[in-house]
């Protein structure tokens, strides 16, 4: 069983900082990747942010130089500091992981709950 625990959302001022947080737990064999997904309201689910095991990083357009998504493998967590925020980075963020349980098991690909980033005054 791995279960992604997600933390730091909130209701901020635009241009203000919020930093997201998920920590993977359970049985990990490996994670190959984790990253961040939003969903608004009536939208479809986008992809925001990856980082590999490696260190790669990957951005969606919208928030290149706002966000930054950061990992740490020893503590199997993954961060998105978020700068500059915009109404339209309203949504709900959802982490996920693309863990191994075993050494001989496929990769699957786990969720968080989801945590509500509102952006208002």
């Known amino acids: 069983q791995v279960q992604l625990v997600e933390s730091g959302g909130g209701l901020v001022q635009p241009g203000g900082s919020l930093r997201l947080s998920c920590a993977a737990s359970?049985?990990?064999?490996?994670?190959?990747?984790m990253g961040w997904y939003r969903q608004a309201p009536g939208k479809q689910r986008e992809l925001v942010a990856g980082?590999?095991?490696?260190?790669?990083?990957s951005y969606a357009e919208s928030v290149k130089g706002r966000f930054t998504i950061s990992g740490d493998n020893a503590k199997n967590t993954v961060y998105l500091q978020m700068n500059s925020l915009k109404f339209e980075d309203t949504a709900v963020y959802y982490c996920?992981?693309?863990?191994?349980?075993?050494?001989?098991?496929?990769?699957?690909?786990?969720w968080g709950q989801g945590t509500q980033v509102t952006v208002s005054f």
């Open positions: 980082v590999t095991s490696g260190g790669s990083t």
């Open positions: 996920t992981a693309n863990i191994r349980t075993d050494s001989q098991s496929p990769t699957y690909r786990y």
């Open positions: 359970g049985s990990i064999f490996s994670i190959n990747s």
